[in-house]
């Protein structure tokens, strides 16, 4: 069962996920966090995720049933129970909240609020085409979280990189929707390509992570970063424009390459011009 659930919540694009806090904790402590800062981070971070994607598999479970591309996800095959799943969400959020605690008492006043945007998500594309921001919302926190963890405060750079983060990930879950275009409009979800189209949404993407760009360069600037960050944010810059050549309105094929492999990358070329500006 255990390699189920891990199945179900896709643990591991965690790792694609984790370099966003742990970017904001490089910030906050301009080097390295202490050691335990750090694990109890990555237990926090991964409980939440763990939450939120087990929650919207619950909540998307109808849909999922109905979606030739996620009708053999987890819940409308039948490989586990609703009750298995509500089981690994109060786990994993009575395990975000307490090493929230155990952080600092920010990050612990602040966890209940974080989880209403990572659960909240879930129910966002009934009734709204700007879901794929709110979902740039849920993991934009995270380097201001990091950042958090580290100080105890709150600071203008790791906001500016958060929002960063949340026109990024709206981009790329702008192309990823792209796929599903014909079911949103039939089943009467919302989204930016079923409001638009596959190439005016693609459009919006190319848009969205531009803005992304020059939010992460501004984030540099207040944070006082060397000109390694600059230098290395070129190679963001380079695979962000990859994952726009690698789709097309009339091709597709290539969709999970730019959405996983292509945006693992950008997350951990942030967290590496964060540390190169550093020095």
Not at 23 to 30: E, H, K, N, S
Not at 203 to 210: E, G, I, M, N, R
């Amino acid at each position: 069962m255990l390699k189920k659930l891990f199945s179900l919540i896709k643990i591991e694009h965690t790792l694609f996920a984790l370099p966003l806090a742990l970017t904001g904790a490089v910030l906050g402590a301009r080097g390295l966090p202490p050691i335990l800062v750090l694990l109890l981070m990555a237990v926090a971070f991964t409980a939440a995720r763990a939450s939120a994607m087990a929650f919207n598999r619950i909540a998307d479970r109808h849909l999922d049933a109905k979606n030739p591309r996620t009708a053999d996800r987890e819940i409308p095959a039948g490989t586990l129970s609703l009750s298995q799943v509500w089981g690994l969400i109060i786990v994993s959020i009575a395990v975000f909240l307490a090493a929230s605690w155990a952080i600092n008492p920010l990050c612990g006043k602040l966890a209940p609020f974080a989880l209403v945007v990572l659960l909240g998500y879930s129910y966002t594309k009934r009734f709204t085409h700007l879901c794929h921001y709110l979902l740039g919302l849920a993991l934009g926190m995270a380097p201001v979280a990091g950042w958090i963890a580290v100080t105890g405060t709150i600071s203008p750079s790791p906001i500016i990189l958060g929002l960063g983060v949340i026109f990024w990930t709206a981009g790329f879950d702008t192309l990823y929707a792209c796929q599903d275009i014909e079911f949103d409009r039939n089943m009467g979800l919302h989204s930016i390509p079923a409001q638009l189209g596959t190439k005016k949404a693609l459009k919006v993407a190319a848009l969205s992570h531009v803005a992304a760009f020059l939010l992460f360069i501004l984030s540099g600037a207040l944070a006082s970063l060397g000109v390694g960050f600059y230098l290395f944010l070129i190679i963001t810059g380079g695979l962000l424009i990859w994952e726009h050549r690698l789709i097309t309105p009339d091709d597709l094929t290539h969709l999970d390459m730019a959405f996983f492999k292509v945006n693992s990358l950008v997350s951990a070329s942030l967290l590496l011009a964060v540390i190169t500006g550093l020095f």
